[in-house]
């Protein structure tokens, strides 16, 4: 689902009660856990982590005014999401997360290209995630990010 709003807590606030305390969790999560570097915002209707244009002022190759995303929290119709674009570049990180992931969870593993979905709220790998969010800095990311623009 999307949600009309300029900043987390604004986003924060529309949701049913269950829902916003997982999400404040997961944001709590990340941030507690994200290198230096990447700041907080409202992207694509959800809470994102960028790559500031202070340090890529090049921006998101598809719209260059929006900073360059990394993260993103969003609640959906039938599902917690997570979409991380350091998983759908790197294909090491995304192997270590898809490895990891059973050692953390006994549900199956759930998951798109970039997304990650969380069907039920109760088996979200809090550990994990925060994991996750240390693998890879701004500098990593913008590297590998790149390295895939060359292959476009």
């Known amino acids: 689902m999307k949600y009309e709003s300029n900043t987390p807590e604004e986003y924060l606030s529309q949701l049913p009660q269950e829902r916003r305390e997982v999400l404040e ?3 709590k999560t990340i941030q507690d856990n994200l290198p230096v570097g990447f700041e907080e915002s ?3 209707g959800m809470i994102c982590y960028v790559v500031p244009h202070r340090i890529y002022p090049s921006g998101y190759h ?3 005014k929006v900073p360059l995303p990394f993260l993103s929290i969003a609640s959906q119709k039938n599902f917690i999401a997570l979409y991380h674009m350091g998983m759908y570049a790197n294909p090491e990180v995304l192997a270590w997360f898809q490895e990891e992931y059973p050692k953390h969870v006994t549900t199956k593993l759930d998951m798109g290209k970039s997304c990650v979905r969380f069907k039920n709220m109760n ?3 809090y550990e994990l995630i925060a994991e ?3 693998k890879i800095t701004p500098d990593d990311y913008i590297q590998t990010y790149e390295l895939q623009l060359k292959k476009i």
């Open 25 to 27: 969790k997961l944001r």
């Open 42 to 44: 409202i992207e694509y």
């Open 62 to 64: 598809v719209d260059p």
């Open 123 to 125: 088996n979200i790998p």
């Open 132 to 134: 996750l969010c240390r």
